[in-house]
């Protein structure tokens, strides 16, 4: 059975008007094999990996820049972290799977397009621990609803509540069948 996700959003009074655009979502993918490559590339901790990255200067430009992602590759990244931050290959701590590193990247990059808003702004407000609890719930949906989904968890307190989704999404497939 297939889910109307248009549908569920209008439920949900979600105004998604931002549609990434090709080199939007090239951005978000070279964010996302940056965070995947960190989890074989460093000894540390993916969080403590997150937490360097999202306050580099290396991030900082990749706000600033439209098109990097055609000249920037995720191991020069790599190399890059290691020069700004050594410690990066002696800690050590819990690592994410290489997907979820690779959607949380993804994630945090879309949501600094999307909300044109500084990846440390960001991650300030929406700590890698918060993506990795929400990953099963969320990564199966289009970055611009999972970015809209997380600004309602930030304005909330990220007090979120998965009842209103269940309801909702309940509510979608009893339409469905029902036709």
């Keep these: 059975m297939k889910i109307d996700f248009d549908a569920y959003a209008t439920k949900l009074k979600l105004d998604i008007r931002i549609i990434m655009e090709v080199y939007e979502q090239k951005m978000c ?22 937490s360097r990255y999202m306050y580099s200067e290396i991030v900082k430009n990749l706000d600033n820049v439209n098109d990097s992602y055609n000249y920037i590759s995720p191991i020069n990244v790599m190399h890059r972290m290691e ?18 590193m690779r959607w949380i990247g993804y994630i945090y990059r879309a949501y600094s397009i999307i909300k044109k808003k500084e990846s440390r702004t960001i991650y300030k407000l929406l700590k890698s621990e918060k993506l990795l609890s929400l990953y099963d719930s969320f990564h199966t949906f289009s970055a611009e609803y999972c970015v809209e989904r997380l600004s309602e968890i930030i304005d909330n307190n990220h007090n979120y509540s998965f009842e209103r989704d269940y309801e909702i999404f309940k509510e979608i497939m009893s339409d469905k069948t029902n036709k």
């Design 29 to 50: 993918e070279l964010q996302g094999e940056i965070f995947e490559e960190s989890a074989s590339y460093f000894t540390c901790g993916s969080s403590f990996f997150i």
């Design 83 to 100: 020069d700004l931050y050594p410690s990066l290959k002696s800690k050590g701590g819990v690592k994410y799977p290489k997907p979820v």
